[in-house]
């Protein structure tokens, strides 16, 4: 069995404890607000969400900025000079330059290492969506599995890991290009809630539009019952943008249903948070695209 550890970023959006309990090692995402930079880890060190989404709703416009080759190298570096190899789940390419980036720093590192083996993964997956799949792959990646074993069932998993998201503010998806001006002026004044996923490509797509938040929660719930698998053995990642109580109410939903084992509740960073805004509900499973 060889001598590795698993990899991923602060974009998968799991809790800083879940984190800690499967020993997943994460890189940390930036996000920039008013010329200041902080880097995104799961414990929040140098912005809770908390505050970032109450700066959001005073009128904060944050971006996000790609990781360069360098930060890779340098958190690898520290990994193969002590003799271990590296799995790294990335961020969706569907979503991010990231991925790149971080295969540019592996293979100059593998070169200087070439004992060394280095797998950067595309995830395909954003956010929770990601965390539910890191999840999975940290389960199997501690029950004992060998790196070449853990690399397969990633690659054969990733379609299999399923989001579903609603958001509450179209003018941030507005920014982003995902929805025009007149689409975000007209849903928003009728209350309309876009439902989003990813496609094959990991790429964010509007997938339907449900009048309020009831409406939109029973599609999400559909979702469930729809593209779930092996739900009873299931633990089900529930995130949201600051709007725990939305979270919990779909939680107690999806138990009355029977709708999953365990759920993790979790909210959404600052990386993600910056393109959906507050106010944004996702659950996510293991299933099957139907």
Not at 9 to 33: K, R
Not at 49 to 63: C, D, H, I, Q
Not at 177 to 190: K, Y
């Amino acid at each position: 069995m060889r001598n590795y550890i698993l990899i991923s970023d602060s974009t998968m959006d799991l809790p800083a404890d879940v984190v800690n309990e499967l020993g997943i090692e994460v890189i940390p995402f930036n996000f920039s607000i008013n010329d200041t930079t902080y880097l995104h880890y799961p414990d929040e060190r140098e912005m809770s969400s908390k505050e970032f989404y109450t700066k959001l709703r005073n009128g904060a416009m944050p971006v996000t900025s790609q990781v360069n080759p360098k930060t890779y190298q340098d958190y690898f570096k520290k990994y193969v000079a002590d003799g271990k190899d590296i799995v790294y789940i990335c961020f969706t390419t569907g979503l991010s330059g990231s991925c790149q980036s971080a295969n540019i720093a592996a293979n100059e590192l593998m070169d200087k290492y070439p004992d060394r083996k280095i797998t950067v993964i595309d995830s395909r997956c954003a956010s929770v969506g990601e965390g539910v799949f890191v999840y999975n792959a940290a389960k199997l990646y501690n029950s004992g599995a060998s790196m070449e074993e853990l690399e397969e069932w990633i690659l054969n998993n990733r379609s299999n890991a399923r989001h579903w998201f609603m958001v509450e503010d179209l003018f941030h998806l507005k920014r982003g290009g995902r929805v025009s001006t007149v689409e975000a002026v007209v849903g928003s004044a009728l209350k309309i809630k876009p439902i989003l996923s990813v496609d094959d490509e990991g790429k964010l797509v509007v997938k339907s539009k449900a009048r309020g938040n009831n409406k939109a929660m029973e599609y999400l719930i559909g979702k469930v019952k729809e593209e779930g698998v092996d739900l009873d053995n299931q633990t089900l990642i529930i995130g949201h943008a600051d709007c725990v109580e939305k979270a919990e109410k779909l939680k107690e939903a999806l138990i009355e249903q029977g709708l999953g084992k365990d759920f993790i509740i979790s909210g959404i960073g600052p990386i993600i948070g910056t393109h959906v805004g507050p106010g944004m509900l996702a659950v996510t499973f293991m299933g099957k695209k139907c």
